[in-house]
Antibody, heavy 119, light 108 residues
Framework: QVQLVESGGGVVQPGRSLRLSCAVS????????MHWVRQAPGKGLEWAAV????????YFADSVKGRFTISRDNSKNTLYLQLNSLRPDDTAVYYC????????????WGQGTTVIVSS | ETVLTQSPGTLSLSPGERATLSCRAS???????LAWYQQKAGQAPRLVIY???SRATGIPDRFSGSGSGTDFTLTISRLEPDDFAVYYC?????????FGPGTKVDTK
């Protein structure tokens, strides 16, 4: 069964850091690019970051560039998102998602992990 | 950055009616890289349409997508109770990935 399970969310003070994880099962992880997409409370979806199959390429939304890093461990079937210099407007549910091989659609999503940035 | 605009913001319809959702891009989008997602309250998004017009696995044929260039449409031919949700379009281009703000389809 194809599954993505996020973890690592929580309440954190502004300026602090957090690392999110996304454990993958049911498919060949190293064959797929992977994304993080976030959703602030009551708001729409916002794409945050993507990483290539082998981890050599990654791109970020302007809103998180320079503060967030994305990585993966293909031996552990796990995707990561390191969140640094957190701000209150980073408060959101963070989803990991698998990218379809041919067309950049996101066809498998995790259930999300919630990050709350508050003093 | 390619900005996606969705209209209407909210669509109030009854089961059995036809829903037509619009997604307009600020610059031309490769049709192969235009997708639609459905999201219900408290749930993760679900891919509905990829490549502008191809249904994702498990999506019923009452869902269809069309369009090219800067104008794309998601049509639900006859709304079922399970279809009431928020729908987002998403594109990939030179400036990266963007989502539209969403259209909420709710019950009249």
């Amino acid at each position: 069964q194809v599954q993505l399970v996020e973890s690592g969310g929580g309440v954190v003070q502004p300026g602090r850091s957090l690392r999110l994880s996304c454990a993958v099962s049911g498919f060949t992880f190293n064959s797929y690019a992977m994304h993080w997409v976030r959703q602030a409370p009551g708001k729409g979806l916002e794409w945050a970051a993507v990483i290539s199959q082998d981890g050599s390429m990654h791109y970020f939304a302007d809103s998180v560039k320079g503060r967030f890093t994305i990585s993966r461990d293909n031996s552990k079937n796990t995707l990561y998102l390191q969140l640094n210099s957190l701000r209150p407007d980073d408060t959101a549910v963070y989803y990991c998602a698998r990218e379809r091989i041919s067309d950049y659609g996101m066809d498998v999503w995790g259930q999300g992990t919630t990050v709350i940035v508050s003093s | 950055e390619t900005v996606l605009t969705q209209s209407p913001g909210t669509l109030s319809l009854s089961p059995g009616e036809r829903a037509t959702l619009s997604c307009r891009a600020s610059q031309s989008v490769n049709s192969s890289y235009l997708a639609w997602y459905q999201q219900k309250a408290g749930q993760a998004p679900r891919l509905v349409i990829y490549g502008a017009s191809s249904r994702a696995t498990g999506i019923p044929d009452r869902f269809s997508g069309s369009g090219s260039g800067t104008d794309f449409t998601l049509t639900i031919s006859r709304l079922e109770p399970d279809d009431f949700a928020v729908y987002y379009c998403q594109q990939y281009g030179r400036s990266g990935f963007t989502f539209g703000p969403g259209t909420k389809v709710d019950t009249k």
